[in-house]
């Protein structure tokens, strides 16, 4: 079955450091993966979308891959700040007209002072 | 309106009581989501409208779970009976189109359901 894997554990990272989370798929070719950002009590907010065709994209501080290869995405977070200690989630697609969304666990970042 | 709003906030259930879930999209957003939610897990999909046409529901855990849209707007999660098993996060998302299927989606603060 379709599986996504994020950071198991929780990220902690000091301030000024790039932090780098990972997103593994399995048993899954999507079309395009997005990242999102997720704070306590609140719903998930859009960050960044890379599509199959593309090795890279960047968003001010924000940076993701995509290697279909390796069944991987890689996002990362430069010059990290406090304000940036949230859960980021990966999210997979399909093309068609499938608009059904797999979603990974999830990895918790804290960004210390 | 200026984002995608839900309620209630937090509803408090007795088992075997039904609920009704109120989603408001974004002005304009063709394209209307329901995601469910476990603490500590990634949103699951529910089900999905292209305006008041529900295109997708093969999420939906069960018959007891019904979701409508009827006028393309405003969208109504309904969960009858409700169980323990049904206490999460009831989440709704819009984006503007549908025909991309890359679309980002906004997500509203959701619903946070317990079933006591």
């Known amino acids: 079955s379709q599986k996504i894997e994020q950071n198991s554990e929780a990220l902690n990272i000091q301030e000024g450091k790039t932090a780098t989370l990972t997103c593994n798929y399995t048993?899954?070719?999507?079309?395009?993966l997005q990242w999102y950002r997720q704070d306590p009590g609140r719903g998930p907010v859009f960050l960044l979308l890379i599509r199959e065709n593309e090795k890279e994209k960047r968003k001010e501080r924000l940076k993701v891959t995509f290697d279909t290869t390796l069944k991987q995405s890689l996002f990362h977070i430069t010059a990290s700040q406090p304000a940036d200690s949230a859960t980021y989630l990966c999210a997979l697609g399909n093309a068609g007209n499938n608009r059904k969304l797999i979603w990974g666990l999830g990895t918790s970042l804290a960004v210390n002072p | 309106g200026a984002g995608v709003s839900q309620s209630p906030r937090y509803k408090v259930a007795k088992r075997g009581q039904d609920v009704a879930l109120r989603c408001d999209p974004i002005?304009?957003?063709?394209?209307l989501f329901w995601y469910q939610q476990a603490l500590g897990q990634g949103p699951e999909f529910l089900t999905y409208?292209?305006?008041?046409?529900?295109?997708?529901k093969s999420g939906l855990p069960s018959d007891r779970f019904f979701a409508e849209r009827p006028e393309g707007s405003v969208s109504t999660l309904k969960i009858q009976r409700t169980q323990q098993e049904d206490s999460a996060v009831y989440l709704c998302?819009?984006?503007?189109?549908?025909?991309?299927?890359?679309?980002?989606?906004?997500f509203g603060s959701g619903t946070q359901l317990s079933v006591l």
């Open positions: 002005s304009g957003h063709v394209s």
């Open positions: 409208f292209q305006n008041e046409a529900q295109l997708d």
């Open positions: 998302a819009s984006s503007l189109g549908s025909g991309a299927t890359n679309e980002k989606l906004f």
């Open positions: 048993n899954y070719s999507p079309a395009y």
